[in-house]
């Protein structure tokens, strides 16, 4: 199974003027298929290093969701920074200038080379249909390029996961459960989690630290996450464990 990554990209976002809504979406939509995210990356309107990380990106072989800069705007680079990032011209793609000419034909405007330009991709890129305006994102390998906007950017995703990555579902199933240990302290709290992975290498201790509040006392998260037929017994040795070095815990809420 591929990593799978996202790439969010903007001045918007890296200059705080939009929040970010994409990420927690994608980490949605990927659980909803039994997937997750390995990593995520803001990126700002810059072509020379967007194309440095796309170049990496692509030579690492993860599966990537990027979001934004594919227009046709002076501060859109991710079409050209993609071909570059492979290293093929951008060329206007068929079925894209089909899809832009159908659209511009539906709201009565005339289609010019600048528009045309939003469907000039990288060669070899194949479209991925927008539902909300017919103008296409493009997936070349196992990138995939969508608008900034959610409202085009989200069901595009979606398109992509359950045309191309059906049979990646489920493939991992995995189970999670946790304890909150109160007043504990990580460094007392980590032979123990050493011990729980070497036991059960089918799951991962996560250890969530809360600094504390007027509400709520210090305390940590302490949990695993992975193979289900394994989370019991994890569970059993942390809570065994934990009581071994005197501290009080209750269950995750």
Known sequence: MKGIGALIIGDEITLGRR??????????????????????????????????????????????????????????????????????????????????????????????????????????????????????GFSWGDHHFMPGFPQMAWPMIEWVLDTQYAHCFNQRPSAEAAILVWQGIESALTPLMLRVEADHPGVKVFSLPFLGSNEVQRHIELGVRGAPEEVPAAMELIRRGVAELAYQFDPKP
């Not at 700002?44 to 969701?65: H, K, M, P, Q, W």
């Open 19 to 136: 929040q970010d809504k994409h990420f927690a979406r994608i980490v949605e939509l990927l659980a909803a298929r039994g997937l997750t995210l390995d990593w995520a990356l803001y990126h700002g309107d810059n072509r020379e290093r967007l194309t440095e990380t796309l170049r990496r990106s692509f030579a690492a072989g993860d599966i990537v969701f990027s979001c934004g800069g594919i227009g046709n705007t002076p501060d859109d680079h991710t079409r050209q920074a993609a071909a570059a990032a492979v290293g093929v011209e951008l060329v206007l793609h068929p079925e894209a200038e089909r899809e832009i000419r159908g659209r511009y034909a539906e709201i009565g405007r005339e289609v010019t080379d600048y528009a045309l330009d939003m469907g000039r991709y990288p060669l070899g890129s194949r479209i991925i249909p927008n539902p909300f305006n017919r103008i296409p």
